[in-house]
């Protein structure tokens, strides 16, 4: 099957193409920077996480030094 196009159709064809490209080009780039935003959250996230362990045990000790019994709420989760 042969198409036999003019130089304006191929010139519309290409110009439709190239369109098409840069308009995929921009939305890789769009989600590109997207996902490195969400990496930096949660990289934060992940230090505050580690942060809030630290201080949930630093508490635990200070309660279990001072000889209180800690409250259901003072415990660390069984997967900490």
């Known amino acids: 099957m042969s198409h036999d196009f003019s130089s304006a159709e191929l010139m519309q064809h290409l110009e439709s193409l190239e369109s098409r490209l840069a308009y995929q080009e921009h ?24 942060l809030m362990r630290e201080r949930l045990r630093e508490q635990h000790q200070t309660l279990q030094d001072q000889g209180r019994t800690p409250r259901p709420e003072d415990e660390l989760p069984p997967h900490y």
């Open 27 to 50: 939305w890789l780039d769009t989600l590109d920077q997207a996902v490195a935003q969400q990496e930096r959250r949660l990289e934060k996230l992940e230090q505050l996480s580690v």
